[in-house]
């Protein structure tokens, strides 16, 4: 059973949500900070290596999480300032945009923090990054090969190499 709708994986991505080359990165962590799966499409500038990126986007989403709990007007707890939280605790982010690209963010029950880098016009992006998740679970999730908590390789690494998720977000 797939957590977000459905028992089976839609057999086309999500509509378009703008025409174009939109996709720069794509990141998969797990509850503990480890980079499942880190994929880039557009990115021309690279100053850090992958290690400092994945830990730095990582605490990005750590601190943005922790910020919005911590200033929801609809909660009488606010706890403190950068304890962690379970994820769907709280208030929540889905994306916050720059003048040069957008970051969108689903975490799942389970933790997984799905992220995607994208043109800044690209318009909402939650029904992808689902997609995404149930791609994650049919594919990673219930190969037996796989190992929870190292990084992905094979079937869904490739799969992604050769999806038209370029295309399509």
Not at 23 to 34: C, D, I, K
Request: glycine share 8%; charged share 15%; hydrophobic share 35%.
């Amino acid at each position: 059973m797939q957590f977000f709708g459905g028992s089976e994986i839609s057999p086309s991505p999500p509509v378009p949500t703008a025409a174009g080359n939109n996709a720069h990165m794509l990141y998969v962590f797990n509850r503990n900070g480890v980079c499942l799966l880190y994929r880039e499409w557009n990115r021309p500038l690279k100053t850090l290596s992958p290690q400092q990126d994945h830990k730095l986007m990582f605490g990005l989403l750590f601190s943005l999480k922790s910020l919005t709990a911590k200033m929801d007007p609809t909660s009488a707890d606010k706890g403190n300032l950068g304890v962690p939280q379970l994820p769907g605790q709280g208030c929540s982010f889905h994306s916050f945009r720059t003048n040069t690209y957008k970051l969108s963010f689903m975490e799942s029950p389970s933790g997984i923090k799905i992220i995607l880098v994208t043109h800044p016009r690209t318009g909402d992006l939650r029904e992808s990054l689902k997609y995404i998740y149930n791609l994650y679970v049919e594919y990673v999730v219930k190969n037996p090969l796989y190992s929870p908590g190292n990084p992905i390789r094979g079937s869904f690494r490739c799969f992604i190499s050769s999806c038209t998720l370029i295309h399509w977000c």
